[in-house]
Antibody, heavy 125, light 108 residues
């Protein structure tokens, strides 16, 4: 059974750094992309980016490029989302999601298929 | 930046058919995916590659795509189908993946 278990809720101050995690089990961690999705309070889903743990190839949404860092430690089947300096606007629920990847004549497709339970990040002075 | 456009809300009575649309310029050439998110829960994939249903998803949920619009259809909607529904796809380059703004389905 595929499981993604995320780290617990965080309360931080603006300017602080933060690393949240997502531990995967039940599948081969190095052969699937894994990524992060943001959901601000009362708002919709926003795709942030993905990483391929096999070779650390990373893709970011332009909206999040330079704002966060996505990484993975394949030795412990864990993906991370990192901020170096949090802002109040980073307050949101963050979901990790395994991504299925397929090639078709129309291009390459990445889609979330299994999701973690979410990590609530609150940034407030 | 690429956008997928959904209606903010759709309302139907139990047993009626609900249709949720998703509009995007690249949809004639790119697959659409649909996610269901119930209150306080993580999203769940309900339709992939325009019209395929993952195992465990009820047959009353179906997907289609024509031109620049993808549609999620819930035939004989039930109270338990109340949720937010999001479409997901990529732009013509295949490099930028986005969710639509979401549609709140009310069944009452």
């Amino acid at each position: 059974e595929v499981q993604l278990v995320q780290s617990g809720a965080e309360v931080k101050k603006p300017g602080e750094s933060l690393n949240i995690s997502c531990k995967a089990s039940g599948y081969s961690f190095t052969t699937y992309w894994i990524g992060w999705v943001r959901q601000m309070p009362g708002k919709g889903l926003e795709w942030m980016g993905i990483i391929y743990p096999g070779d650390s190839d990373t893709r970011y949404s332009p909206s999040f490029q330079g704002q966060v860092t996505i990484s993975a430690d394949k030795s412990i089947s864990t993906a991370y989302l990192q901020w170096s300096s949090l802002k109040a606007s980073d307050t949101a629920m963050y979901y990790c999601a395994r991504h299925n990847s397929r090639y078709y004549s129309s291009g390459r497709y990445f889609n979330p298929d299994y999701w973690g339970q979410g990590t609530l990040v609150t940034v407030s002075s | 930046s690429y956008e997928l456009t959904q209606p903010p809300s759709v309302s139907v009575s139990p047993g009626q058919t609900a249709r949720i649309t998703c509009s995007g310029d690249a949809l004639p050439k790119k697959y659409a995916y649909w996610y269901q998110q119930k209150s306080g829960q993580a999203p769940v994939l309900v339709i992939y590659e325009d019209s395929k249903r993952p195992s465990g998803i009820p047959e009353r949920l179906s997907g289609s795509s024509s031109g620049t619009m993808a549609t999620l259809t819930i035939s004989g909607a039930q109270v338990e189908d109340e949720a937010d529904y999001y479409c997901y796809s990529t732009d013509s380059s295949g490099n930028h993946w986005v969710f639509g703004g979401g549609t709140k389905l009310t069944v009452l």
